[in-house]
Nanobody
Framework: VQLQASGGGLVQAGGSLRLACAPS????????MGWYRQGPGNQREFVARISSGGSKIYGDSMNDRFTISRDNAKNTVYLQADNLKPEDSAVYYC???????????????WGQGTLVTVSS
């Protein structure tokens, strides 16, 4: 299974982006899916997580400008980022707990990341 994140890019401060992440490969089901970010010189930071049933958890100070959602029919998780600030510049990674066809084992996968750059 590979997770493919998309939607990053260059945006001016105050702008918005919508990130998307979807898996490819064989799997039975997607459990929790989430977003993390890592800015230059920083540790990876938790942004948001959503369960298969739609329950959401946000990192500290993340829920005022970030909204996580998912489309189970499309096996896709989204991150809507609004009123972006230069300090939001980071590589945004998606993560998913995947139920694999091999004895229904649940494995955690990470995408390759998508770069968000916010100019002032």
């Amino acid at each position: 299974v590979q997770l493919q994140a998309s939607g990053g890019g260059l945006v001016q401060a105050g702008g918005s982006l919508r990130l998307a992440c979807a898996p490819s490969g064989a799997f039975v089901r997607l459990n929790d899916m989430g977003w993390y970010r890592q800015g230059p010189g920083n540790q990876r930071e938790f942004v948001a997580r959503i369960s298969s049933g739609g329950s959401k958890i946000y990192g500290d100070s993340m829920n005022d400008r970030f909204t996580i959602s998912r489309d189970n029919a499309k096996n896709t998780v989204y991150l809507q980022a609004d009123n972006l600030k230069p300090e939001d510049s980071a590589v945004y990674y998606c993560s998913a707990d995947v139920v694999t066809p091999y004895q229904m084992t649940v494995l955690n996968y990470w995408g390759q990341g998508t770069l968000v750059t916010v100019s002032s």
